[in-house]
């Protein structure tokens, strides 16, 4: 096979740039099949840079019409244009370089650079797409200020955006308008966007902490501006919440963000520019759920926050990515923490939170793309915006703030920006920013960055009576992962209590140290095994280990089922007391599925269950806990989540045993599901806030349990929601429990959902979503959906919400015996290859951990990867993926 790795782009080689970029002025004639870009560059000789070579990149799809340095046009002598690199050797101290470049953005299906949406430009370069629009240094460490020319026929680009500030428009004759941007603040080339086309705006203006006011505005295609008023909220609260939390402001008088339905990711940051997926704009009760609220909220959040940690201070290369995306996770984490507000809120959206770690991160971590936070080497930089740069990349930066406290973690940021505004830094700088504005030595925290892999961290604990001492003894290790056999312990810290045996937290009183007793601690753990030791304890304690999920490893501790079911109901750790359920369910769903597998019968293989959906039960009436803290300890462990805990994975017993509990849960609470449904019954206009949605989320949860008895009251209640519902939070819950029984009624509601949501793209994607992870839907039926009138593989967020869907969210359906959904995979990353090589890699990653599955699965997800790996023309994006996943 081939495996060209000589193309591996590696850490160790980074150089600093040749020439730095003064000014960049870009000229554009906007046309859907012939564009002209002219880029006039000032650049001068960096003092730090080696060669006098100027090096500049273009993607293949440039086509170079002109070059011209210091005003002469440039001969073919004078420069070399070879494998995606125009290099001009020798060239003066201080060069003018004007190029000008043709493009084709109607036929750019990879949707990097200048590309076509529904008849409007948008561009998308981060990370490598402004090579798609000219010859560049396209690489994060150059930063130059922007002028930007646009020009297109007025009737059809009304409107034409660049970042910064709207400098002059007007009119050019012929038909055709201008307008001309610039933007104050240097920039590296990946932060560039224009948009032009027809849309319309909501706008407001919006005063700054300093006394300025800010023109805000959000985009969309016309007939959407009744679906915008939620992102703007969002916008408004992001820009208060980083003036309050870290004295962040925004510094542009105009601050725009631009809805898109054809999207690679879910937006982008340019500055005073943002793009984004409607998904994460587009919202109002009819078409948008509770969490597609959640999602904006937290999505608008984050690319706000990247102005400061992203834009104003940038990184040096793509190896620091989660710099600036471990850091703006963590950011907008805690600002939809902040906007909940209740600490019980809080630690649900912590919980939600770990399990996306979990259920994503974890996997990655254990599988053939396991990477560090701040990875060594990659083919393609597409493939490492990742869960772990991202959500790892998050927890690592929420420990700096656990083991310094608020005030300490604020103090490094604060010296931070000091350090490094206006500069391409690396993850090096921000953590000793962190050590230095703390006096700490954080030398030993690096191997977060350095080591990949899930840590393992097993407790033991020892009392004794005599003494009253409790011992805990912490031990950690970490798993090998692709090139790095042995890792180094990690500074870890864990955050633990003791409860006595009334459930109350107990004083914890340090060996020899009486001058604090607090009931909550931070164990640093920074070597292979250590012991901890507490006084003064009166009878042996139950241990709540890893308070708040207080690092990224998997903590093991021999609890008896009495200890966990203990924590369930008393830990004053929210998170914990969730944490207790879920450890309790995984036991019994485990043992539900050995028994599966040994077609023994499963009244009799998890003796503990009945008492564990007793648990369950006293949570779910307990009305003084929030019902969104309710939801989530009702909901199991997810499918995926099951199998990284067995040694080999058998998706159809994982899927029966899950089924099996959740019946037997239905049936032993029936009357308290019931009631749980009319008692959160919301009631007048609907509304968003946590609080109602919560309840909403509470119901719904009750109703699917319901729904799982597929019988004729509970299709009548599905039902009757689906009716009645006035939101689509709670329809689309409602139509879930009919698509997945027998309801006489669900193929009508099917129907009449998609008639009723035609003219709404996102909510077809729900609708097309819904069914591909649907229990009934096998191979043959997703194949009839990719034949449906609305089925469009060049649509990102079609593309995902069935195909995606059925692949990574119906894993008892897609891993069919006959290999049948495999085969399916291997068509759809080859089709997807030769239109979109970033989505197609995502749906690549699917095999990832092809090598866990029980023998004749592993065998048929080879032959699928094989195929893959063999079909011609493949994206280094698919060839990085499967290469990897084969080796
Ligand atoms: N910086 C963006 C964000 O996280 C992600 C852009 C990634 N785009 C890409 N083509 N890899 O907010
Ligand atoms: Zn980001």
Redesign the pocket.
Known sequence: MRTDTTLAIRRSDYTEPNYLVETVELGFDLDPTDTRVAARLTLRHNPDGRANDIVLVGDDSLELVQLRMNGKPLSRRAYRLADNELRIPNAPEEAVLEIETALKPEANTSL?GLYVSNGNFFT?C??E?FRKITFFPDRPDVMAKYKVMLRANREQYPVLLSNGNLIEEGDLGDGRHYALWEDPFRKPSYLFALVAGKLVCQEERCALADGREALLQVWVEEGNLDKTQHAMESLKNSIRWDEERFGLELDLDRFMIVAVGDF??????NKGLNIFNTKYVLANPRIATDSDYANIEA?VG??YF?NWT?NRVTCRDWFQLSL??GL?VFRDQEFSADMVGTDSGRAVKRIDDVRVLRQAQFPEDAGPMAHPVRPDSYLE??NF?TVTI?EKGSEVVRMYQTLLGREGFRKGMDLYFERHDGQAVTCDDFRAAMADANGRDLTQFERWYSQAGTPRVRAETRYDDASRIYEITLSQSCPPTPGQKTKLPFHIPVKIGLLDAQGRDLPLVFEGDLSEAPTTRVLELTEASQTFRFTGIFGEPVPSLLRDFSAPVILEYDYSDDDLAFLMAHDSDPFNRWEAGQRLATRHLLALTRAVQESRPLEEAAPGVATFIESLRAILNDTTLDAAFREVALTLPSEGVLAEEMDVIDPQAIHAARQYLRRMLARTLRNDLVAACNLNATTGAYSPDAASAGKRGLKNVALLYLAELDDTDSHAMTQAQYDRADNMTDRIAALMGLVNSSAPGKADALERFYTEFEGEALVIDKWFSLQASARTTHVPDVRRLMKHEAFNLKNPNRARSLIFSFCNANPARFHAPDGSGYEYWAEQVIALNAINP?VAARLARTMDRWRKYDRLLAQLMKKALQRVAEAPKLSKDVLEVVTKALA
């Open positions: 990097m998308q981060e990370a797409g690679n990711m879910g937006a982008m940051e999505v984050h690319e990247h992203g600036k995306e703006t930089i597409n915006y991202y970033q």
